[in-house]
């Protein structure tokens, strides 16, 4: 007969790789979330900022200016900005910030009414 001895240190080193594994995916997943949030409040941020620009008669050229010091200052880098008329679409990039995270992409429209 053998013995069993030390089986259950076998068990005990399995049970915490899969809780680490666990531990990471959560972590990496909570640092995405956050970066989709950021992500898209620079990007909110930004449409606004060009929308405001349009309304007040600057040019486009101002809104573009405007949407990209906006997302810098929301630690995002523009990415594209369709300002036209009365609209105003963007989309930025946030970088990523964790060991394992991937940077976030964020979109907005703003429209000016004026009435």
């Known amino acids: 007969m053998r013995s069993e001895r030390g089986s259950m240190t076998i068990v005990v080193i399995g049970v915490v790789v899969l809780g680490l ?3 990471t995916g959560a972590a990496r997943l909570g ?3 956050v ?11 930004a449409a606004l900022a060009a929308a405001d620009m349009l ?3 600057r040019g486009e050229d101002a809104a573009v200016a405007a949407a990209r010091d906006t997302a810098a ?10 300002c036209a008329g009365r609209a105003a679409e963007v989309a ?4 990523a910030t964790g060991l394992l995270a991937a940077p976030a992409q964020g979109r907005a429209r703003a429209e000016v009414r004026l009435e």
Not at 35 to 45: G, P, S, V, Y
Not at 73 to 82: D, I, Q
Not at 92 to 95: E, F, L
Request: charged letters at 20%; glycine letters at 6%; aromatic letters at 0%.
């Open 55 to 57: 309304a007040l008669g």
């Open 21 to 23: 594994a666990l531990a």
């Open 73 to 82: 200052a929301n630690g995002a880098t523009l990415v594209r900005c369709e």
């Open 35 to 45: 970066a989709r949030a950021r992500a898209d409040a620079a990007a909110d941020a």
């Open 31 to 33: 640092s995405a979330l």
């Open 92 to 95: 930025v990039t946030v970088p």
